[in-house]
Nanobody, 125 residues
């Protein structure tokens, strides 16, 4: 079992920055792949950034160059640093985890087993 708890959401102006955190606890084998997703009202949940524990990172096109995913093993924390935020980035953001490998290939929401409760990000123009 894996438990995920997000924090750090909020409201910012267009062009602002936020950093989201996700405390990850439980079986590390079951959380070898870690990711951030988001879901806006009326839209499907979409991937944002993914990584393998201690390994490479992968970003979806919409956020590449603006968002950075990172992991702090000492604090059991997954982070998402977001810069140059745009109104279209507004959504509920979720961290997620799954066992296995090929974290950069199998990135769909349906691939992930464990989810946090979400944290809201609102970007105003």
């Amino acid at each position: 079992q894996v438990q995920l708890v997000e924090s750090g959401g909020g409201s910012v102006q267009d062009g602002g920055s936020l950093t989201l955190s996700c405390r990850v606890s439980g079986n590390t084998y079951s959380s070898n792949c870690l990711g951030w997703f988001r879901q806006a009202p009326g839209k499907e949940r979409e991937g944002v950034a993914h990584m393998r524990r201690g390994g490479p990172t992968t970003y979806e096109e919409a956020v590449r160059g603006r968002f950075t995913i990172s992991q702090d093993n000492a604090r059991n924390t997954l982070s998402l640093e977001m810069k140059n935020l745009k109104p279209e980035d507004s959504a509920m953001y979720y961290c997620a985890a799954r066992p296995g490998t090929s974290c950069d290939i199998w990135r769909g929401a349906y691939q992930y087993h464990y989810w946090g409760q979400g944290t809201q990000v609102t970007v105003s123009s």
